[in-house]
């Protein structure tokens, strides 16, 4: 057993209005569009949207925004990026497909 551990210093995020939050989220999404932009955003425990973009290729700065998003707008950016359960992950409205039971 190591007994020199160490605890890693962790990176909290800071919004572009000066919100610092830490890193346990509700749910946290990462998708890739048709021109590889990456869009990720936060689902925090109160229901808050944070939200980033980047693209590797262009990005020469290695700093990201953050900044608070509604739901509508998470979801106009995320769903057509996302599968249904993805989806149903990060947005508690997402319709869930239909399921049959039986007796």
Known sequence: MNTNFQPQESTSIKTVCGRELGSTFRAIKLARDERHNFHIVYRTFSDEFIYSFCNPFLDTSSEHVYRIISEEEAKAI???LL??????????TAQAPAMQVHY
């Open 78 to 80: 995320f769903m057509p």
């Open 83 to 92: 599968s249904p359960e993805n989806a149903r992950e990060l947005f508690s």
